[in-house]
């Protein structure tokens, strides 16, 4: 495979991850909003808890990701 083609599904696969951080970022806004704003609901501010913190988790799984395929775009680039 050329270096062209690996750059490019190095590419491809960022750009979903980086799709799934902004989903995992935009439901983490919401969520941690929305049960701030329960007062007098429990329910509703530990539900909004649990799903803010599986985004969270999404938030760092994808970040790990990214920081996986900048590692393997440098090694590319260095054997170049």
């Known amino acids: 495979m ?3 083609e690996k750059i490019d599904i190095i ?5 979903i ?5 902004i ?3 935009a439901i983490a806004g919401g969520t941690w909003l ?8 429990v329910f ?5 808890s649990a ?10 799984f994808s970040l790990i990701k ?4 900048q590692n393997d775009l440098k090694e590319l680039l260095k054997h170049e």
């Open 2 to 4: 050329e270096l062209k």
């Open 11 to 15: 590419d491809k696969k960022a750009n």
């Open 17 to 21: 991850v980086n799709r799934k951080l």
């Open 23 to 25: 989903a995992f970022l």
């Open 34 to 41: 929305y049960g701030i704003n329960a007062d007098k609901n």
């Open 44 to 48: 509703i501010m530990i539900v909004s």
């Open 51 to 60: 799903v803010f913190c599986v985004a969270i988790s999404g938030i760092t």
């Open 66 to 69: 990214l920081g996986e395929l």
